[in-house]
């Protein structure tokens, strides 16, 4: 892959002098930090605001209830972990993180669940059946609030900054619906 992306930028290079357009490279490179700058610090601040909300949301009990609601159907839908409440604790919570679109946040407590995973993996090279269906849970669940998505909306200065959050919400419950149907499918056929 690096060598694809020197090719292309040797060619942008040798195209900008043959056609005289060295000024746009030059001032692509004088102003990108800037620009990079400008689009990412809001998106950060945005981060640092809801993983605040979180925190606030886990003192108060409000991750643990959501949490409680979500074992059962965790215990039916990862079978091998059922008496496992710390892998399943931290299952919930990337789930729980994952539908406030805090992905950064639930990052970690994906990976402790991968981890609680892997310790009830008879085969340590290939993905047990539970390890994909949370991965099928975490590429495909359900956000119910998008806080990327309307960081950068709001950014880019959209009239109408959470008009998408209906579709949104539909396209994930559709997308996990599918994905948990084909996992289930295809645990079942084996």
Avoid at 11 to 28: C, E, H, P, R, Y
Avoid at 68 to 73: D, E, G, M, R, T
Avoid at 134 to 148: I, S
Wanted: net charge negative.
């Amino acid at each position: 892959m690096n060598i694809i992306w020197m090719i292309m930028i040797v060619l942008s290079l040798i195209l900008a002098f043959v056609t005289g357009q060295v000024q746009v490279i030059n001032d692509v490179c004088l102003n990108i930090g800037k620009e990079t700058f400008d689009f990412v610090l809001p998106l950060v601040c945005t981060v640092c605001f809801w993983n605040g909300v979180l925190y606030v949301a886990k003192e108060a009990g409000m991750i643990k209830a959501l949490e409680k609601l979500f074992h059962p159907f965790l215990r039916w839908l990862l079978p091998d972990l059922k008496d496992d409440e710390e892998t399943l604790g931290y299952v919930a919570t990337n789930i729980t993180v994952n539908m406030f679109g805090l992905g950064s946040a639930a990052t970690p407590v994906g990976l402790k669940a991968m981890q609680g995973m892997q310790a009830h993996n008879e085969n340590k090279e290939v993905a047990s059946r539970s390890m994909i269906t949370f991965l099928v849970l975490n590429t495909a669940g359900v956000t119910l609030l998008p806080t990327t998505l309307i960081a950068l909306r709001s950014e880019f200065h959209s009239l109408q900054v959470t008009d998408f959050m209906p579709w949104a919400i539909l396209c994930t419950m559709f997308a996990s619906l599918v994905g948990i149907t084909v996992d289930r499918w295809w645990n079942h056929r084996d």
